[in-house]
């Protein structure tokens, strides 16, 4: 049964949102935490009678999200990320090496209650890689022997207090500029330091003027598509009496991407700023942060921020509510993200309609990710100009690149758009050893070669041009010592297990190529697997509702087509 504690809780959340279903999501994880770490058919049974939506669709939403335990686990659950990054400096090892120390399998429990140990998805950590999640706290940079530590201090009951030890380096100074500055997050630091004087200044500007501003700035999205975020807030409707929402999407699933962290953690109220000049901007009065569930402190700073500038009477009418997704990488897609948002399982929607007419709740909606809402604030306070004298021509701009993997310093590096990738692996250190591949866009992207890397210029035009995306500027630096059909392994397992299941060529293709992909990695596969792999990659770009298909099928074709001879290498 549900306390009465819980229960003003939940009731705290359904204020929250202009739907009250919407509360779903935080209502289950409040009862998940009261109740040991363990949603139970009967509470999610309970919660779902309080937020006033069937059990079926309770159950249906506890299930689909990762982060949510329908089954019980121990008093610590350790999850160990494996993906890419984590895979290329060491985290299978750690996984392994908890397992026999806790003489457990992966997924299962000690027998005294304590630990359960999960192998986990990307969580945001590229850089700092390995990562381990105790609970809801990272452990980042970790080795065995800070395994070892970690696991003797659970051990007694105690909870480390984990170190910062992240890097970042910026020649822009201005989504980084107060990045290393002591209490950066707090209001009176970032006023001190002119925050919210571009807020100050559009309020006082007819916001089609400032919609010109933006539109002649050319800020492209920083999500990974690189549509321009003015061109975007245009096709809003006019004169509609409808509500207008903006949702920041702050979800950060793309493996390999660990950008948005960076400002939302150490300077959440630039983010915030941008937020309120944008919903001035296009007449919005209710605007969301949609931020992955891992990050749980990161959301408390959001949170302590958008508190500390409603009570500076900053944000007037504007209602910001931080939103934690639960686990699900489709909900970085835009539609995937507004269906969680209402309390729904994350599976994107056919389109058309789209957002800007049919979006949250039925009304026009405008999604935008952190890093894009965060440079509206200069555009504002210098001008479009001084934007556009930044970059390079059609790609204006500082851009946050986040380098991991076989690089001496892994880290967040602001540089104009339109720096060359070399410049930017020197900045990283240099790479560890002899380059061999570079993933440059966040997992979803096309590989390139040791050849094509070093040509490649930093900006969407010219990754396109090259045959690769930049997507999210997550840029994952591989080594010869690393084998690609391995990657390639690796990759198809994240997005057969994050596959929503609409699509069926997503769906089943994805479960297809992981099987041929370990039965050629096993000794046991045929030359014809490699050109049926092709096949289905052909098959699926193109031809899912969401870009999910293209974002593992063009990944993995390029990796079979670029780097054949070390899948035809398996063939026994």
């Known amino acids: 049964m549900l306390s009465e504690n819980l229960v003003k809780e939940i009731h705290h959340h359904i204020e929250k949102y202009p739907h009250r279903e919407s509360a779903l999501m935080p209502a289950l994880k409040a009862a998940q935490r009261e109740n040991g770490n363990y949603l139970s058919k009967d509470i999610i049974r309970e919660v779902a009678e309080?937020?006033?939506?069937?059990?079926?669709?309770?159950?249906?939403?506890?299930?689909y999200y990762t982060m949510y335990n329908t089954r019980k686990v121990g008093k610590y659950h350790l999850c160990v990320d494996t993906n890419i990054p984590g895979f290329l400096t060491g985290a299978v090892e750690i996984l392994d090496h908890l397992c026999r120390t806790l003489d457990v399998r992966v997924g299962e429990t000690t027998r005294d209650g304590v630990f359960t140990v999960s192998e986990v998805e990307d969580l945001g950590s590229c850089g700092t890689c390995p990562v381990i999640q105790v609970n809801d706290v990272y452990?980042?940079?970790?080795?065995?022997?800070?395994?070892?530590?970690?696991?003797?201090?659970?051990?007694?009951?105690?909870?480390?207090?984990?170190?910062?030890?992240?890097?970042?380096?910026?020649?822009?100074?201005?989504?980084?500029?107060?990045?290393?500055?002591?209490?950066?997050?707090?209001?009176?630091?970032?006023k001190q330091q002119g925050g919210y004087q571009a807020l100050a200044r559009a309020l006082t500007q007819d916001p089609a003027a400032l919609l010109n501003e933006i539109k002649h700035a050319t800020v492209r999205g920083r999500g990974g598509a690189g549509f321009p975020a003015g061109m975007k807030w245009g096709f809003l409707p006019k004169n509609d009496s409808r509500p207008v929402y903006l949702v920041c999407n702050a979800d950060e699933g793309e493996p390999g991407t660990f950008k948005d962290r960076q400002i939302m953690q150490y300077d959440p109220h630039l983010l915030i700023e941008g937020i309120a000049i944008t919903a001035h901007i296009i007449q919005s009065k209710h605007a969301f942060i949609y931020i992955r569930g891992e990050f749980e402190w990161i959301a408390r700073i959001l949170e302590t921020a958008i508190e500390e500038a409603k009570t500076d009477g900053l944000l007037g009418q504007l209602d910001i509510v931080v939103h934690e997704g639960q686990g699900s990488?489709?909900?970085?897609?835009?539609?995937?993200?507004?269906?969680?948002?209402?309390?729904?399982?994350?599976?994107?929607?056919?389109?058309?309609?789209?957002?800007?007419?049919?979006?949250?709740?039925?009304?026009?909606?405008?999604?935008?990710?952190?890093?894009?809402?965060?440079?509206?604030?200069?555009?504002?306070?210098?001008?479009?100009?001084?934007?556009?004298?930044?970059?390079?021509?059609?790609?204006?701009?500082?851009?946050?690149?986040?380098?991991?993997?076989?690089?001496?310093?892994?880290?967040?590096?602001?540089?104009?758009?339109?720096?060359?990738?070399?410049?930017?692996?020197?900045?990283?250190g240099g790479v560890v050893g002899n380059l061999k591949a570079v993933i440059i866009g966040g997992l979803s992207v096309p590989i390139i070669t040791a050849e094509e890397a070093d040509q490649i210029i930093l900006d969407y035009d010219s990754c396109m041009k090259a045959n690769t995306m930049l997507g999210s500027a997550g840029i994952m630096v591989m080594n010869d010592t690393v084998s690609i059909p391995h990657?390639?392994?690796?990759?198809?397992?994240?997005?057969?297990?994050?596959?929503?299941g609409q699509c069926t060529p997503c769906r089943e293709g994805s479960i297809v190529v992981k099987d041929l992909l370990k039965k050629m990695i096993d000794g046991y596969g045929k030359t014809e697997d490699i050109d049926t792999i092709l096949s289905i990659c052909d098959t699926v770009i193109g031809s899912t509702l969401c870009p999910t298909g293209d974002a593992w099928g063009m990944p993995i074709r390029a990796m079979v087509r670029k780097f054949r001879s070390e899948f035809e290498s398996l063939i026994r």
Not at 152 to 180: Q, W, Y
Not at 349 to 370: D, E, H, Q, S
Not at 399 to 413: A, I, T
């Open 487 to 500: 990657v390639a392994l690796r990759a198809i397992r994240f997005y057969a297990h994050e596959s929503c």
């Open 139 to 190: 452990f980042e940079n970790m080795t065995i022997a800070k395994t070892d530590a970690l696991i003797a201090s659970l051990r007694k009951g105690i909870m480390p207090v984990p170190k910062d030890e992240s890097h970042f380096d910026t020649v822009c100074s201005i989504l980084l500029k107060n990045r290393g500055r002591k209490d950066a997050h707090k209001l009176a630091v970032y």
């Open 329 to 428: 990488y489709e909900c970085g897609e835009e539609t995937a993200l507004i269906e969680s948002l209402e309390g729904k399982r994350g599976c994107p929607r056919i389109k058309p309609p789209f957002p800007a007419n049919v979006g949250l709740y039925g009304c026009p909606t405008v999604v935008n990710n952190v890093e894009t809402l965060a440079l509206i604030p200069f555009i504002v306070e210098n001008g479009a100009d001084a934007f556009r004298a930044i970059g390079v021509t059609g790609n204006y701009g500082p851009k946050l690149f986040g380098v991991s993997g076989m690089v001496r310093q892994p880290g967040v590096y602001e540089y104009p758009l339109g720096t060359p990738l070399k410049t930017l692996l020197a900045a990283a």
């Open 50 to 63: 309080l937020i006033g939506v069937t059990y079926s669709k309770a159950y249906g939403v506890a299930t």
